[in-house]
């Protein structure tokens, strides 16, 4: 594993001798871009612990200091705010990629997946640090085969209003890999699917932070389409374990980072139902254009070669959401929030 490393890493691993199998690496210099989002500032939280220095890169698009406030006055922790479609010269050891616009309402028309991923493997290449791109499972499009294998292409329509986002992050898997095999970088690649947790967006039109946003409002539910459409979803304490598991070991990927229990988008509005609020409505709206039918992910790999796999069940994981939106919806009227 010692050996495995970049002459970089290893000065940083700060022992004279070879690392054993299992022992934590600490003191690592780690940049995590959009690091004020949602899954960023949870894996900062797991480094900051660990004992590394992180740098969060972030234009607060969709991120926010709330997020990280718990780390200000850290010497530890730095905060920039930057673009990453911009150049930045930073020293680091490690690169978790994580910057990019990734919901519906926010990623279109943005060139994040493609020239920030551009910026960040250039930064690798400068510094020789190890580079892990959080890729999605929005690379498989609408998939003819079920549950997804890392083997299968995707069906992805390239000019569609999703394509941004899935066709992006296909162009940044193709460059992460690019840079790879042309130019040695060291590359991991994670294939997210639906994740939630607590810190999500409250509006940016996810279907779970909708669902417990408009529960704990009192608003109905809205199911888009006949809801029969099925998602995996992931609690995000299980994904950071996958991406930090992924970072530390020895294979590139790509590998499918979620949880394989799969609902359909009324049996999703049912648990949040059974956990909010048993009389919430359900009212339905139109779909929206090249909506995925079904997913789920195979993690077969992921058990084999990170000996990774969740531990958080839906049912588990949503009550500790709701606690974090209903403080978040109502913590400043002090009315108690329902
Ligand atoms: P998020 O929106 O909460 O976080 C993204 C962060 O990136 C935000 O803090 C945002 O401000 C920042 N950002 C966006 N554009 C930027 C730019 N140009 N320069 C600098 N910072 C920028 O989303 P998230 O759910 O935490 O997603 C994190 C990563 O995981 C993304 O790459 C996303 O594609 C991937 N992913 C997430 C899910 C999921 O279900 N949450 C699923 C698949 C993939
Ligand atoms: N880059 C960066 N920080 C660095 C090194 C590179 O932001 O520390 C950017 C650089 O500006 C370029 C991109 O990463 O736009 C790709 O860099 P690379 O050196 O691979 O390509 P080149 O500049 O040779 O085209
Ligand atoms: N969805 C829904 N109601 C909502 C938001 C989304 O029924 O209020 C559906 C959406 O049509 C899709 C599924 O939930 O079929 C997941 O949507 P999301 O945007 O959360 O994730 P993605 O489509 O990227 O997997």
């Known amino acids: 594993l010692y050996e495995a490393y970049p002459a970089q890493?290893?000065?940083?691993?700060?022992?004279g001798g070879k690392v054993p199998l299992g022992v934590k690496k600490k003191n690592l210099r780690i940049v995590v871009t959009g690091g004020a989002g949602f899954v960023g500032s949870h894996l900062v939280d797991r480094l900051i612990e660990r004992g590394d220095s992180v740098i969060v890169v972030d234009n607060f698009f969709t991120g926010r200091k709330e997020n990280l406030v718990h780390h200000f006055g850290n010497p530890r922790f730095e905060l920039i705010r930057h673009?990453?479609?911009?150049?930045?010269?930073?020293e680091v050891d490690q690169i978790y990629h994580l910057a990019c616009p990734a919901s519906p309402v926010h990623y279109k028309f943005n060139p994040t997946n493609v020239v920030g991923t551009l910026n960040m493997l250039g930064l690798a290449k400068r510094v020789g640090?190890?580079?892990?791109?959080?890729?999605?499972?929005?690379v498989y499009?609408?998939?003819?085969q079920h549950p997804q294998v890392e083997t299968y292409w995707g069906n992805v329509?390239?000019?569609?209003?999703?394509?941004?986002?899935?066709?992006?992050?296909?162009?940044?898997?193709?460059?992460?890999?690019?840079?790879?095999?042309?130019?040695?970088i060291e590359v991991r690649i994670a294939r997210i699917f639906n994740t939630y947790g607590p810190r999500m967006c409250i509006d940016d039109g996810r279907v779970v932070s909708n669902f417990v946003a408009q529960a704990l409002r009192k608003e109905p539910l809205t199911v888009?389409?006949?809801?029969?459409?099925?998602?995996?979803?992931?609690?995000?304490?299980?994904?950071?374990?996958?991406?930090?598991?992924?970072m530390e070991g020895d294979h590139v990927g790509p590998f499918n980072l979620g949880n394989p229990?799969?609902?359909?988008?009324?049996?999703?509005?049912?648990?949040?139902?059974?956990?909010?609020?048993?009389?919430?409505?359900?009212?339905?709206r139109p779909n929206t254009e090249d909506d995925p039918h079904k997913r789920k992910p195979d993690i077969t790999k992921a058990k084999e070669l990170l000996f990774w796999e969740p531990t958080v069940s839906l049912r588990k994981g949503l009550p500790l959401m709701v606690s974090d939106f209903r403080q978040r919806i109502f913590g400043d009227q002090k009315t108690g929030g329902g």
């Not at 640090?129 to 929005?138: G, I, Q």
């Not at 499009?141 to 003819?144: C, Y």
């Not at 799969?262 to 339905?284: R, S, Y």
């Open 9 to 15: 890493l290893r000065r940083n691993i700060n022992v």
């Open 83 to 90: 673009d990453v479609v911009e150049p930045i010269l930073l």
């Open 129 to 138: 640090a190890r580079f892990l791109l959080t890729s999605t499972s929005e």
């Open 141 to 144: 499009g609408d998939p003819l």
């Open 157 to 184: 329509n390239p000019i569609g209003v999703r394509s941004c986002y899935d066709e992006g992050k296909r162009t940044a898997e193709t460059l992460t890999m690019d840079y790879h095999r042309g130019l040695g």
């Open 224 to 246: 888009y389409g006949d809801g029969k459409q099925t998602r995996s979803f992931q609690y995000v304490s299980d994904l950071v374990e996958g991406l930090m598991r992924l």
């Open 261 to 284: 229990g799969e609902f359909t988008m009324l049996e999703l509005a049912q648990v949040v139902q059974e956990t909010i609020d048993p009389n919430a409505k359900i009212e339905f």
